[in-house]
């Protein structure tokens, strides 16, 4: 079958490990199953594989990809949950110590199969395409499950989203907006800024910049180069929820101000298969979709992985086998 797999590593230049080849099908293995890929999305995930982070050089060649909605093997249409658990595990999957994502121990979905334990399908709706629903269970599910989960937002709560152009912040927009939120967005270019008010934001700032006011929330998936700004931006009490360290994984903690103003500092990963599901369900009943920067051909993968690589996205890019 046709897949896009790394197959070298490189720090400095991560798409030189990217082979876009023919890889044997899937294997049979008891309590998994066969999904036959409709479509994929890409993720900065992809590219820390090619750069060796979360993965060792003698697991090569590894087929990339978390995300992929298809056909099961009796037919039905589902969305792949890619939080792989380990066998008896029981409770929040995300919580397992063992736990792996597709592409980090077991072969990814960027791919034409891709094979997978039963329970991590979940029915997609007909009211989705293959190519939004392939969008969701990496940055969608993770941005539900930082807004509703983690830092427990209510209509009316006001939430500082961290970049404008990213697939967990322009989900974040999208569903905030939804559930009645007061969305307020950072973006370092006028295009990105402009582009997160045509998602639905209420207000848009360049980074870094003074807030009218102190928010209940912070979504920050860029690490060290927003860091101090979000816990300045932070009313007392307040949670900024971090789900990744885009720009380094080391800022000043100042921890004066965190237990002077009793803010708390929340970790996310991923999500569950409930919350994957509730996620569709969201969608499915608001008509809430996902923004696809592009559709590319699975064969194209190198060009997608260096359009992500380079920052020049604005939603998801999506690989169609």
């Given at each position: 079958?046709?897949a896009a797999?790394?197959d070298?590593?490189?720090?400095?230049?991560p798409?030189s490990?990217?082979v876009?080849?023919n890889?044997?099908?899937?294997?049979p293995?008891?309590?998994?199953?066969?999904?036959?890929v409709k479509a994929?999305?890409l993720?900065?995930h992809?590219?820390?594989t090619l750069?060796?982070?979360g993965?060792?050089?003698?697991?090569l060649p590894?087929i990339l990809?978390?995300d992929a909605?298809?056909?099961?093997?009796?037919g039905?249409?589902v969305v792949v949950?890619?939080?792989?658990?380990s066998?008896?595990w029981?409770?929040d999957?995300t919580?397992?110590?063992?736990r792996?994502l597709?592409?980090?121990?077991?072969?990814?979905?960027?791919?034409?199969?891709?094979?997978?334990?039963?329970?991590?399908?979940?029915?997609k709706?007909?009211?989705?395409?293959?190519?939004?629903?392939?969008?969701?269970?990496t940055a969608?599910?993770?941005?539900?499950r930082?807004?509703f989960?983690k830092?427990?937002?209510?209509p009316?709560?006001?939430?500082?989203?961290?970049?404008?152009?990213?697939?967990?912040?322009?989900?974040?927009?999208a569903l905030?907006?939804a559930a009645?939120?007061r969305v307020?967005?950072?973006?370092?270019?006028?295009a990105k800024?402009?582009?997160?008010?045509a998602?639905?934001?209420?207000?848009v700032?360049?980074s870094g910049a003074?807030?009218p006011?102190?928010v209940?929330?912070?979504?920050?998936?860029?690490?060290?180069?927003t860091?101090?700004?979000?816990l300045?931006?932070?009313?007392?009490?307040?949670?900024?929820?971090?789900c990744g360290?885009?720009s380094?994984?080391?800022?000043?903690s100042?921890?004066?101000?965190?237990?002077?103003?009793q803010?708390?500092?929340?970790?996310s990963?991923?999500?569950t298969?409930?919350?994957?599901?509730q996620l569709?369900?969201?969608?499915?009943?608001?008509?809430v979709?996902?923004q696809?920067d592009?559709?590319?051909?699975?064969?194209d993968a190198?060009?997608?992985?260096?359009?992500?690589?380079?920052?020049?996205?604005q939603?998801k890019?999506?690989?169609?086998?």
């Open positions: 079958m046709l797999y790394a070298t590593i490189s720090s400095d230049d798409v490990g990217l876009v080849g890889r044997p099908d899937p294997q293995r008891d309590g998994w199953t066969t999904v036959t994929a999305a993720n900065h992809d590219l820390w750069r060796g982070v993965i060792r050089a003698e697991q590894m990809g978390g909605a298809g056909i099961d093997e009796d039905n249409e949950h890619s939080v792989i658990t066998p008896g029981t409770g999957d919580l397992d110590p063992k792996s597709l592409s980090e121990v077991y072969d990814g979905t960027l791919a034409e199969q891709v094979l997978v334990p039963r329970r991590n399908l979940v029915a709706p007909a009211s989705l395409t293959f190519e939004q629903a392939a969008c969701l269970p969608w599910l993770t941005a539900y930082m807004l989960v830092a427990n937002l209510a009316g709560s006001t939430v500082l989203i961290q970049g404008a152009g990213g697939g967990v912040s322009t989900a974040s927009i905030g907006k009645g939120l307020w967005v950072t973006g370092r270019s006028e800024r402009e582009a997160a008010l998602l639905g934001a209420d207000q700032f360049e003074r807030l006011e102190r209940d929330a912070v979504i920050d998936n860029v690490g060290q180069a860091w101090a700004h979000s300045k931006s932070l009313r007392p009490g307040g949670a900024i929820v971090t360290a885009t380094g994984p080391n800022p000043a100042d921890l004066n101000r965190v237990f002077f103003l803010l708390q500092v929340l970790g990963t991923m999500g298969r409930d919350e994957l599901e569709l369900a969201l969608l499915d009943t608001t008509g979709r996902p696809i592009s559709v590319l051909p699975l064969a190198e060009s997608g992985l260096k359009k992500l690589a380079a920052g020049d996205v939603g890019i999506v690989l169609v086998p």
